[in-house]
C-alpha cells in the first residue's frame, strides 16, 4: 500500500503510527526515490532523514520478488536517461525478475542480478539507475530466500505472485455436476458424473475458466496456502 509523507528527520516506526499502519502486521517499508530504501521490522526504531513523499508497505500476504519488480518497473519508467548501464541494465533486471515472477526464473539469475547491479551503481549516469541498482541489492541481502524460492522451490512463499497462485476443487462444495471439466482446455480435471473432480496441477495453465464455470463455487485459487483436497475423484459426500 503506498502513502504519501512530508520530508522530515524521523524514524519509520514513528511515520507508521502517524499514517494509522499496523507495524506489526508488516515486513518491508518502501521508502520511494531519491531515498530508494528498504526499511524491514527489526529497523523500524532508527532514525532516518525521509527524503522521499513515497512510502509502501508491505504484508505476510505480498509477494517481495514482485514488489522489487514493481519498485525496478517505476524507477525505470521515471528516468528520461538513456545511458548504458541506467536504461539497458534496467531493462535487463526488469526483464529478469520478470521471469523470476512469472514461473520462468532459471538458476543463475541471482548471481547475474548480484554481478549486474554493483556495475550500474558505479557506472550509471542517472540516480534512478544508481537507485534502481541498489533496490535489487537490498532486496537481495534482505528477501533473499523468498525471492529465490521461485526460482528453485517454483513457488511464492507469500502467494502473492499471481503465476504460482493454483485452482482446486473442494470436497465440501463439488457435486460432481462436470461444468469444470467441460471447461477446460488444458485436460487438467480429473472426474466423473457424481464424483468430486480433482484438478492435476501438472496440466493446469491458470487459465480460470473453472471457476468461472462452477455453479457450485467449490473452484477456488489459492496462495501460498492451499486447500486439502484428494490425489483422484472420489464420491460426492454432499445430500
Known amino acids: 500500500m503506498k502513502h504519501e509523507i512530508q520530508k522530515q528527520s524521523t524514524t519509520t516506526a514513528a511515520l507508521l503510527?502517524?499514517?494509522?499502519?499496523?507495524a506489526a502486521e508488516l515486513k518491508?517499508?518502501?521508502f520511494g526515490y531519491p531515498m530508494a530504501q528498504f526499511v524491514v521490522p527489526e529497523r523500524f526504531g532508527e532514525e532516518l532523514e525521509v527524503t522521499t513523499c513515497?512510502?509502501?508497505?508491505?504484508?505476510p500476504e505480498d509477494c517481495m520478488a514482485h514488489?522489487?519488480?514493481d519498485v525496478c518497473e517505476e524507477l525505470r519508467r521515471s528516468t528520461e536517461c538513456t545511458c548504458t548501464f541506467g536504461h539497458e541494465g534496467g531493462y535487463q533486471v526488469v526483464t529478469i525478475l520478470g521471469d523470476v515472477c512469472s514461473k520462468k526464473g532459471k538458476p543463475d539469475d541471482i548471481a547475474l542480478l548480484r554481478d549486474l547491479a554493483p556495475v550500474m551503481q558505479a557506472q550509471a549516469l542517472c540516480g534512478e539507475g544508481r537507485a534502481l541498482a541498489s533496490a535489487v541489492l537490498q532486496?537481495?541481502?534482505?528477501?533473499?530466500?523468498e525471492i529465490e524460492a521461485h526460482i528453485t522451490k517454483k513457488s511464492c512463499p507469500?502467494?502473492?505472485c499471481p503465476a504460482f497462485k493454483t485452482y482446486h476443487i473442494l470436497v465440501s462444495k463439488c457435486t460432481g455436476c462436470g461444468k469444470c471439466l467441460d471447461a477446460c482446455d488444458d485436460d487438467a480435471i480429473m472426474g466423473k458424473a457424481k464424483f468430486v473432480h480433482v484438478v492435476d496441477?501438472?496440466?493446469c495453465s491458470q487459465c480460470g475458466a473453472c471457476l468461472e464455470a462452477c455453479p457450485e463455487g467449490a473452484v477456488v485459487r489459492a496462495g501460498a496456502k492451499k486447500p486439502k483436497t484428494?490425489?483422484?475423484?472420489i464420491p460426492v459426500r454432499r445430500k
Open 230 to 233: 484428494p490425489p483422484r475423484p
Open 54 to 59: 513515497e512510502l509502501q508497505t508491505f504484508g
Open 139 to 145: 532486496a537481495l541481502d534482505l528477501f533473499g530466500p
Open 67 to 69: 514488489a522489487l519488480l
Open 201 to 203: 496441477q501438472r496440466k
Open 28 to 30: 518491508a517499508v518502501w
Open 158 to 160: 507469500s502467494g502473492g
Open 17 to 22: 503510527k502517524e499514517l494509522g499502519v499496523d
